[in-house]
């Protein structure tokens, strides 16, 4: 006997969602559309209940979040957020409205065709928006950055020490003197913006440090902090991104959904493979290619990786340790075969990745202990 007693679609918007339900066996009908209040989805969910089985609700993810989600669960009720891009749709059909999107999402939630997501709990989604939080500041503060400097190239003053932002910097920022006073208030305007910018970042860190101490899956970022490259804050938002690592069933599976694979299209006897897919986390792949660049040196144990190292499992400095010697060798030996950076980057991140997901199998966070 089917669990489910009717299959709900929702087309969710701002201040609207579009209702549509599909019987265990039958037609799919449209129930109209409501306003997206709490007190009117429980009356949908009132309205819908018959007999002793539960309804199937799905909507797309997108910017409305999981607070309907978890309303629905509240409720007693099955609910899942299905993946937009993987929506079969017929490749012919252009007509799009909420009604249409309604009714698909019915008829395809029945037959089982949706790709649901993952979806975090309260703490995790916490953690996930100050880690999001810190990488908006973070490209605030490097867009404040660039006005200014472009501001000061329009005028010829062009900075010739070693590097920018430090001290000798700044210094050479507070004697700059324009002959006008309102290119004065204009350069100082720019430097005040980008120091708030450098405060409010600084700020955002302490607070994910802090958040991450004191969070359920602490034990997985300590150990994720012995590989080479993964500061804490890349290891907080691997953690707060993907979740429990032990949801997915192998180290490939977790490179595809970071979109880390090549792309194929392959026909008959022909195959071409591309870039990679670039689907899936971008935030997880970014931090990743990033700690990939720390492998261009050769393999050593320096004093801050091995105090990392020290506060976790033997078993984690293990696979750490084989990881940098892996990864260092590969990294050295791409570049001898005359390949991109970039593409080397991108290689190195994938592999990472398998002994992320490794150490991911060897840590239990707090709240599965």
Not at 108 to 123: F, K, Q, T, Y
Request: aromatic letters at 6%; hydrophobic letters at 40%; a positive charge.
């Amino acid at each position: 006997m089917n669990e489910f007693s009717k299959y709900v679609g929702l087309d969710v918007h701002q201040e609207t969602i579009a209702v549509a339900v599909a019987d265990t066996a039958g037609e799919v009908r449209y129930m109209g559309e409501i306003v997206n209040t709490p007190e009117a989805i429980a009356k949908v969910v009132a309205q819908l209940k018959r007999g002793t089985g539960r309804l199937a609700f799905c909507y797309e993810a997108g910017p409305c979040g999981y607070t309907i989600c978890r309303q629905l669960r509240g409720l007693k009720q099955d609910c899942q957020v299905v993946a937009p891009s993987l929506i079969p749709k017929k490749p012919g059909e252009r007509v799009k409205t909420d009604r249409r999107d309604a009714l698909s999402l019915a008829r395809l939630h029945r037959a089982g065709e949706l790709s649901p997501v993952w979806i975090p709990d309260e703490a995790q989604e916490a953690l996930r928006d100050l880690t999001r939080a810190r990488e908006d500041m973070k490209h605030l503060q490097r867009q404040a950055k660039q006005r200014l400097l472009s501001f000061l190239s329009r005028h010829g003053h062009r900075y010739t020490g070693r590097s920018r932002w430090t001290q000798a910097h700044w210094r050479w920022l507070e004697g700059i003197k324009f002959a006008r006073p309102e290119q004065q208030i204009v350069l100082q305007e720019y430097i005040d913006t980008v120091q708030a910018c450098g405060r409010r970042v600084a700020s955002l860190d302490r607070e994910v440090e802090t958040a991450a101490h004191a969070s359920p899956v602490w034990p997985v970022i300590e150990a994720l902090m012995a590989l080479r490259g993964i500061s804490l804050l890349a290891a907080v938002t691997v953690v707060a991104e993907l979740g429990d690592l032990a949801r997915f069933s192998g180290a490939p599976q977790l490179m595809a959904y970071l979109g880390l694979v090549p792309s194929e299209h392959s026909s008959g006897k022909r195959e071409r493979r591309g870039g990679i897919t670039k689907t899936g986390n971008s935030h997880v792949r970014r931090v990743l290619i990033e700690a990939a660049w720390t492998y261009r040196h050769a393999a050593r144990k320096t004093a801050i990786m091995q105090r990392r190292a020290e506060r976790t499992a033997p078993e984690v400095q293990e696979i750490a340790w084989s990881a940098q010697k892996r990864l260092c060798q590969r990294f050295r030996n791409l570049m001898a075969r005359g390949k991109l950076k970039n593409q080397v980057c991108t290689a190195i991140a994938r592999e990472l990745v398998g002994f992320i997901w490794a150490i991911g199998q060897h840590v239990i966070p707090l709240s599965r202990a």
